[in-house]
C-alpha cells in the first residue's frame, strides 16, 4: 500500500536524490522553507515507513579498478522470479537485481567482473540457478537525475509543454500542465469531444494528478494542474496545445 507524502515531503525526496552526500539538513531546509529539525524529522519518518529505502554510493568501476560492469537481461517464471532475484545476489559479482512487471526479460542483473573470463563466469553462475538470459551488454556510462515533479514549482521550465517526437513510430507525444483558464479544464473528455476540442487524431493516453496515475475515459474530468499526456500520429498543433494551457 503506497504512504501519503506531501509537497515538502516530495521536495526532500528531490533534493536527497540530487546529490545525497553533499546535502544537508539545513541544506534542504533553506530550500523547502522548513526548519532543519523538521527536514530530519521527516527524512526519519520517510525511512521508517520504506519510503527512503537505503543511501547507496554510485560507485565507476572501470575508472577504481579498470572492472567490467555488465547488465544481463534475463527470463524466469513469475512464480519463481522473488525468490531466484534473492538468490542470483548471492552470486560474486552480482551487484544489483531489479525484478520487471513482464514476461521475458523480467529480471535485469547488474555484475560486476575482473575481465571477460570473469563474466562468463557469472553468466553460467546465473544460468545454474534455473535463470534464462536473453541478452546481455556491457555498460558505457551510467545518468541519474530526481524526479522533476518532487521538485520546487520554480524549477519547472517556463513553458508548460515538454514534447518527444518519433515514439510510436512517427507519433507526437506531448505531455502538458492544465491551466487556470483552459478550455478543457472542468470537462470530461467525452464533453470536450462533443464541443470540438480535441482532433480525432489526438488521444489522451495518461493523466498524472496529485499522486495518482489515470487512465482516462470519457468520463475523465479534466481538472486544472493535471499533467496530461497527448498522443497524435498526425503532429499537435498550437491550436490543440491551447486547448490545455490556456
Known amino acids: 500500500m503506497s504512504q501519503s507524502i506531501d509537497d515538502i515531503d516530495k521536495q526532500i525526496l528531490y533534493y536527497l536524490t540530487q546529490e545525497g552526500r553533499h546535502t544537508s539538513a539545513p541544506d534542504i531546509a533553506g530550500n523547502v522553507d522548513v526548519s532543519a529539525p523538521t527536514v530530519r524529522n521527516r527524512i526519519r519518518r520517510l525511512e521508517e515507513d520504506g519510503i527512503i529505502r537505503g543511501y547507496h554510493a554510485h560507485i565507476d568501476y572501470e575508472h577504481a579498478d579498470s572492472r567490467l560492469t555488465n547488465l544481463f537481461i534475463c527470463s524466469t517464471s513469475a512464480t519463481d522470479r522473488q525468490e531466484l532475484a534473492q538468490r542470483v545476489l548471492d552470486v560474486p559479482g552480482v551487484i544489483n537485481v531489479r525484478e ?23 553468466a553460467q553462475d546465473i544460468t545454474a540457478l534455473g535463470i534464462e538470459i536473453d541478452d546481455e551488454g556491457l555498460i558505457h556510462r551510467e545518468y541519474f ?11 519547472e521550465p517556463i513553458s508548460p509543454v515538454t514534447g518527444v517526437a518519433g515514439l510510436s513510430g512517427d507519433a507526437d507525444v506531448i505531455e502538458a500542465i492544465v491551466k487556470e483558464g483552459a478550455p478543457i479544464a472542468g470537462k470530461t473528455l467525452q464533453q470536450a469531444n462533443e464541443a470540438n476540442l480535441i482532433p480525432s487524431s489526438v488521444l489522451i493516453v495518461r493523466i498524472d494528478r496529485d499522486d495518482q496515475a489515470i487512465t482516462p475515459t470519457g468520463e475523465t ?18 491550436e490543440t496545445l491551447e486547448v490545455f494551457t490556456g
Open 100 to 122: 520487471i512487471m513482464t514476461g521475458k526479460g523480467d529480471l535485469q542483473i547488474k555484475v560486476v567482473g575482473t575481465d571477460t573470463d570473469d563474466l562468463t563466469r557469472i
Open 221 to 238: 474530468t479534466i481538472e486544472v494542474d493535471d499533467f496530461v499526456t497527448i498522443h497524435s500520429r498526425s503532429g499537435i498543433g498550437d
Open 145 to 155: 537525475r530526481p524526479y522533476a515533479r518532487f521538485g520546487p514549482r520554480e524549477q
